[in-house]
């Protein structure tokens, strides 16, 4: 797997918005204001402002931001501006022709895990982490740092407090995954991540339990727990009330469709839809270790 050259300071990063709108500028100033920070300079998507409908733009608008970024060598990074929904109308016709020769770093989570997770099966790193308009997470000092830390080279190891319905245990593997929604419409696409030996990492928001059953019974009928070397958890967040109730949380549900009690399994790592979105570095191998007793640990190799 290739690791996109580290940045420095005085480097360029292009922000784009390949799915939903956004509501004003004043959305991304402190995002910007961020990056400026660390020394980077900012250049925005010539479109990056249309709306056409739930989208930033047309397809055709978005396409060509995001393909003027993956194209300009002198652009280090690709910050995407949000998510909401819009990056797999648009994935099938971008050429990575010359992103292949001359990597750079891809930075989303939510709907921008169809791109990421592409990224990965080109044989590239990518980062699932806090985009230019998450405010919460940009005034979160671990969720900074962290991206901060993966974007310029520096070492990254997270260290997860105790669940009791963690199962313990140690595994290495390539790191997969992002939001479960997403992993699951990309199945049979070139996006869909690779399960095999991997450490597999889910997140969701908004979702009823129910759907959430049915979409880790669709990886789980994938291979999905029977191929990865362990799992770790994210945000499952803003769950609404089933009517009639479910019958389980969402941890136990999750343990459930698993079923496996022979790989590590992690819960409450801080990465999602939450103001602690801490980066992650798909397609880099890590090293999962699970203990009750003490602390998890997840560190990127």
């Not at 991304?28 to 020394?39: D, F, T």
């Not at 900012?42 to 993956?70: M, P, T």
């Not at 921008?112 to 005034?139: D, K, P």
């Not at 397609?283 to 190799?301: H, P």
Request: glycine letters at 8%; proline letters at 4%; charged letters at 20%.
């Amino acid at each position: 797997m290739i690791k996109p050259t580290n940045l420095e300071k005085g480097d360029a990063i292009a922000i784009v918005a390949p799915a939903g709108y956004l509501k004003s500028d004043a959305s991304l100033k402190s995002g910007i204001a961020l990056a400026e920070m660390w020394g980077l300079r900012v250049q925005l998507g010539a479109h990056i402002f249309n709306k056409e409908g739930h989208f930033a733009g047309s397809d055709a608008e978005r396409l060509a931001d995001l393909q003027a970024a993956l194209d300009n060598p002198s652009i280090k990074a690709i910050w995407c501006a949000r998510g909401g929904y819009g990056t797999n109308r648009i994935i099938d016709s971008l050429d990575f022709t010359t992103f292949k020769k001359h990597p750079k770093w891809v930075i989303g989570y939510s709907d921008i895990t169809t791109l990421l997770n592409h990224i990965n099966n080109l044989g590239i790193e990518s980062l699932h982490a806090m985009m230019v308009t998450s405010q919460e997470a940009l005034a979160n000092d671990l969720a900074a740092v962290s991206l901060q830390k993966a974007l310029f080279g520096k070492p990254l190891r997270y260290e997860i407090p105790s669940n009791k319905n963690n199962v313990v245990g140690q595994a290495k593997g390539v790191l997969v995954g992002g939001n479960l929604s997403l992993l699951v419409a990309s199945l049979g696409t070139p996006s869909a991540p690779k399960p095999k030996n991997a450490i597999l990492f889910i997140e969701d928001i908004g979702e009823y339990k129910y759907r959430i059953d049915r979409m880790l019974y669709t990886l789980k009928r994938n291979g999905f727990f029977d191929k990865c070397r362990g799992v770790f958890i994210g945000g499952m967040t803003d769950i609404p009330v089933n009517d009639p109730d479910f019958g389980k949380t969402t941890t136990q549900l999750i343990l459930d469709v698993i079923g496996r009690t022979d790989m590590p399994i992690c819960f409450d790592f801080p990465a999602g839809h939450i103001a602690e979105n801490c980066a992650l570095i798909l397609g880099r191998k890590v090293l999962l270790k699970i203990d009750n007793n003490t602390d998890s640990f997840i560190t990127f190799k």
